[in-house]
């Protein structure tokens, strides 16, 4: 299967800690974008990738989240100090530029903080 | 500020009959305007999008059609099936304009359901 993938699936933590979460995209795709989802809502983005370099962060990240894409390939999102609020989903999706517009979709990590 | 409205927040088809989703966008910037589909657990999946240059695109028993000038643009499903039974999200981005504004805006979600 070469689409994007996510780890971990889920994820339950303790309010205060810290998480990380990894995507791989699809292997020549040199965008990538992380989106939150909540119950009921759609996808909200937070940040993209084109190749290693952060172009562009939605106000909803806050100061606690960073991202990473240190070879331009995988990336990582890590959620310091963790709230009740920042329980969703968290997806990844990758694309090529240029060419196809198309954002494809990883099946997403379930964040639940406690 | 939520720049793209979606109606209904859910419906309900018999099969066979046609499903009608509608959104309406704000910002006049936006150039590309995909639809996903999104089944339980699941990441969203493209359905079909379209550009502000055409005013309908056709995928099989799927259709767009895109009002430019009243900034709204709306799914229709023919004969819908139970399979079709999921959640719609419109979305829209400034894919070719550039200027690094590349996420997805969505809309908040249709819950379809397709009763046999």
């Known amino acids: 299967d070469t689409g994007v993938s996510q780890d971990p699936r889920h994820k339950i933590t303790k309010r205060g800690q810290n998480v990380t979460f990894r995507c791989d995209p699809i292997s020549e795709h040199n965008r990538l974008y992380w989106y939150r989802q909540t119950l009921g809502q759609g996808p909200e983005f937070l940040t993209y990738?084109?190749?290693?370099?952060?172009?562009?962060k939605s106000r909803l990240l806050s100061d606690r989240f960073s991202a990473e894409r240190p070879k331009g390939s995988f990336s990582t999102l890590e959620i310091q100090r963790t709230e009740q609020g920042d329980s969703a989903m968290y997806l990844c999706?990758?694309?090529?530029?240029?060419?196809?517009?198309?954002?494809?979709f990883g099946p997403g990590t379930r964040l639940l903080v406690l | 500020q939520q720049q793209v409205k979606q109606s209904p927040q859910s419906l309900i088809v018999q099969k066979g009959g046609i499903s009608i989703i509608n959104c309406a966008y704000e910002n006049t910037a936006f150039d590309y305007f995909p639809w996903y589909q999104q089944f339980p657990g699941k990441g969203p999946a493209l359905l079909i999008a379209?550009?502000?240059?055409?005013s309908e695109k056709k995928e099989g028993r799927f259709t767009i059609s895109f009002n430019k000038s009243a900034k709204q643009f709306s799914l229709h499903i023919m004969d819908s099936q139970p399979g079709d039974s999921a959640t719609y999200f419109c979305a829209a981005s400034r894919a070719y304009s550039g200027g690094g504004a590349d996420g997805l805006t969505f809309g908040k979600g249709t819950h379809l359901i397709i009763q046999p």
């Open positions: 379209i550009r502000p240059d055409v």
């Open positions: 999706a990758s694309r090529l530029s240029g060419q196809k517009e198309t954002q494809y």
């Open positions: 990738f084109q190749n290693e370099a952060q172009l562009e």
